[in-house]
T-cell receptor
C-alpha cells in the first residue's frame, strides 16, 4: 500500500508566480490535512479537507492561499503571487474515515521563492 | 487541547532504552496523548497514542501516570535511526475536527 505521495518534492518559483502543490492520500483515506514548516520552526496546521469539502481552514492565510480536494484526483494547495516568506516545507497528511489524529504524512514539498 | 511540556533535547546511547517525558498537567478527561516524531527533513511519523492505560506497539510503549498529568514514551532499544524530534500532543477525542498542534518537541540524539 503506497504511502502519501506529494509532488513535486522541490519547487522553485520567482516572486509573483503561482505554486501548486499536489497530495495523493493513502488508498482508502478520504481526509487530507496540510501543514507548513517554516525554516527552523515547528509544523503549523493549515487546512483540513474531505472529498469536495473544506472542513477547517483556520490555519490558512486569508489571502493568496487556497486548497481543494476534488472528487477525483489529488488534493491541491495553491499559493498565488508567492513571496519570499512562503519558502517552507509543505506537508500533507491523510487519515481514513472518520478522520482523526492518527495521520500519515507525505515526504513534503520544499518550496523556494527566489 | 492540553498544553504539553517536553525537554528540548536528550541523549541516549545506542541499544539502550530511550525514555522521553511529557508533562500535560492541564489535560482533561477526554483528551488523548499522541506521539509523533520527525526525522530530519522527512514528514512526521505517527508513533502511538493513549488515553489512560499504558499502550504498546511495534515501535514504542507509552506509560501514562495514574493522574494523567504526565507520560513517558519508551523506545526499548534505541538505534541511530531513532534520532529525531519527538512531539507529545494532547487532543480531544471524537475525531480530527482540527489539525495537530505541534510544539517544539524533544530532539533525541542517539549516540553510537
Amino acid at each position: 500500500n503506497a504511502g502519501v505521495m506529494q509532488n513535486p518534492r522541490h519547487l522553485v518559483r520567482r516572486r509573483g508566480q503561482e505554486a501548486r502543490l499536489r497530495c495523493s492520500p493513502m488508498k482508502g483515506h478520504s481526509h487530507v490535512y496540510w501543514y507548513r514548516q517554516l525554516p527552523e520552526e515547528g509544523l503549523k496546521f493549515m487546512v483540513y479537507l474531505q472529498k469536495e469539502n473544506i472542513i477547517d481552514e483556520s490555519g490558512m492565510p486569508k489571502e493568496r492561499f487556497s486548497a481543494e480536494f476534488p472528487k477525483e484526483g489529488p488534493s491541491i494547495l495553491r499559493i498565488q503571487q508567492v513571496v519570499r516568506g512562503d519558502s517552507a516545507a509543505y506537508f500533507c497528511a491523510s487519515s481514513p474515515p472518520p478522520g482523526g489524529y492518527e495521520q500519515y504524512f507525505g515526504p513534503g514539498t520544499r518550496l523556494t521563492v527566489t | 487541547d492540553a498544553k504539553t511540556t517536553q525537554p528540548p533535547s536528550m541523549d541516549c546511547a545506542e541499544g539502550r532504552a530511550a525514555n522521553l517525558p511529557c508533562n500535560h498537567s492541564t489535560i482533561s478527561g477526554n483528551e488523548y496523548v499522541y506521539w509523533y516524531r520527525q526525522i530530519h527533513s522527512q514528514g512526521p511519523q505517527y508513533i502511538i497514542h493513549g488515553l489512560k492505560n499504558n499502550e504498546t506497539n511495534e515501535m514504542a510503549s507509552l506509560i501514562i501516570t495514574e493522574d494523567r498529568k504526565s507520560s513517558t514514551l519508551i523506545l526499548p532499544h534505541a538505534t541511530l535511526r531513532d534520532t529525531a524530534v519527538y512531539y507529545c500532543i494532547g487532543v480531544i477525542s471524537g475525531g480530527g475536527a482540527d489539525g495537530l498542534t505541534f510544539g517544539k518537541g524533544t530532539h533525541l540524539i542517539i549516540q553510537p
